[in-house]
């Protein structure tokens, strides 16, 4: 009893302290939902037939972030990116399965650096991927899922699959396992089980990321009749031939079955019949319903055990994600919908369903975490040389969370992408990207060996956002926007 005491008064003591922090990545999640409904780039879109009341009840208490993108659309180099605060050109990591610690062996990460400072470091699912060593240098406990399970219940060459409701006669899908872990480690946390005052917690979801594999409840919330699919289906109009998306593979093997696929060029401008696109979004919508009611079970337990008032609650996915737009079907491209991102931020007691327009990269994540629980600023610096174990590249969003003004707001975001191509040019490119207001500027560059900096120019893109903002043309070609290429490139130059 007098343990339980004990215990009790430290917690007391942390809530006039420091903050928890509830860290939530889901996978493979674009902003099309409920909350970002009003978004500019998703207007007559399906936001307001998803259903995702847990994360709408969140966004309704937080500070949404409408203009959030990623640093890399892909999950390897996305989540090196955010969780050390480095821009994928400085970890070095662009491409999947890549460890960042085999280049930045001392590099210190987001939990990493609570688990320095005194917290009880916690996570589970997919966090770092791969995950490497972190179950040990970045966590106090990381408790992993078995992903071989989903392979269970997915039709080789289906990307998409109803199980039963109820997890009796079958294995729990590993996002359920996820959902469990993470209840639990919060139940351990109040025990005293990890014997300290905060905690910051990740929990990293794995749908909707592909196959989207759910139980059927969710499934029957959607009817295809009712899903209303995007009209830009082609590649924009004078788009190089090195910035052709690649579809995930598993659709590509299934179109090989279907005979009213059209493709030109091999998979370039791949049309996906529309039947099959609204199986396809479907069951992409409901994997997004299947996490929201595991995200739901995390913060009701949140508030069950009374540590919702001390928490800070982040939930923002890895990257975005094209459902057909732009003859695109998964991630890795420079478009919009696979680098715009979800991002919300929950601060107890000053944010109530607060949007900002203003630009947010999610580099910017280890900063602002950082700043909201209660660390000055100096704590984690700002990046001046790359050797650095303990310093970000991002900008801290903390005053926009408490309601404030950046002391100089951010005039655009950025990201890039590494593409293998084999034809007609065979090589290795890397696109630098710059999207401001106005729209976005990609330069494509010639790799030459295995070198991860720009080479020479090969190609570029620029996209008016004014009037395009589907990116349905690319204008690089044309004079009248001479001025606009001339500005975003010195933008791009000076990232």
Known sequence: MGYAVCWLLALVVAAEGRKNVLHIIIDD????????????????????????PNIAKLAKKSTLFDRAYCQYPLCTPSRASFLTGRRPL?????????????????????????????????????????????????????VKDDRSLVKAYTSIGNTWEAVSDEPHGR????????????????????????????????????????????????????????????????APKNMPFVAWPHSESCILEQLDNSPTAERIEGYFNLTVPDDLAAQYHRGYYACISYIDSLVGDVLATLEDLDLHENTIIVLHSDHGYDLGENSAWGKRT???????????????????????????????????????????????????????NLCHEGVSLAPIVKGKELHSPKESAYFVQYHHVKKPVKGRYLAESVLSREGRFTEWYLQHGHRQSPGRVFAEELYDHDIDKDETVNVIHDNEYAHLRWQLHQQLKSK
């Open 171 to 234: 294995k729990l899908l590993p996002d359920e396992e996820i959902r469990d872990n993470a209840v639990q480690m919060l139940k351990n946390f109040v025990d005293g089980d990890y014997k300290k005052s905060n905690f910051y917690m990740t929990v990293g979801f794995m749908k909707p990321h592909l196959p989207w594999v759910a139980p059927q409840r969710f499934f029957d919330l959607y009817d295809t009749d009712d899903i209303i699919l995007p009209e830009n289906k082609k």
């Open 90 to 142: 400085t970890t070095g990591i662009l491409e999947a399965g890549k460890y960042f610690r085999d280049l930045h062996p001392k590099i210190v990460t987001i939990p990493g650096f609570f688990k320095r400072n005194g917290y009880a470091a916690l996570g589970t699912g997919k966090v770092f991927h791969p995950v490497g060593d972190e179950s040990s240098l970045s966590f106090d406990k990381f």
């Open 334 to 388: 420079q478009f919009e919908k696979a680098n715009h991102v979800p991002l919300m931020v929950h601060l107890p007691g000053e944010t109530e369903g607060k949007v900002s327009g203003e630009f947010a990269e999610l580099v910017d994540l280890f900063p602002t975490v950082v700043e909201l629980t209660g660390f000055p600023a100096t704590a984690v610096p700002r990046c001046s040389r790359r050797k650095e």
């Open 29 to 52: 999640l674009r902003p099309e939902l409920p909350p970002y409904k009003d978004s500019e780039f998703y207007p007559g879109s399906n936001a307001d037939i998803i259903q995702a």
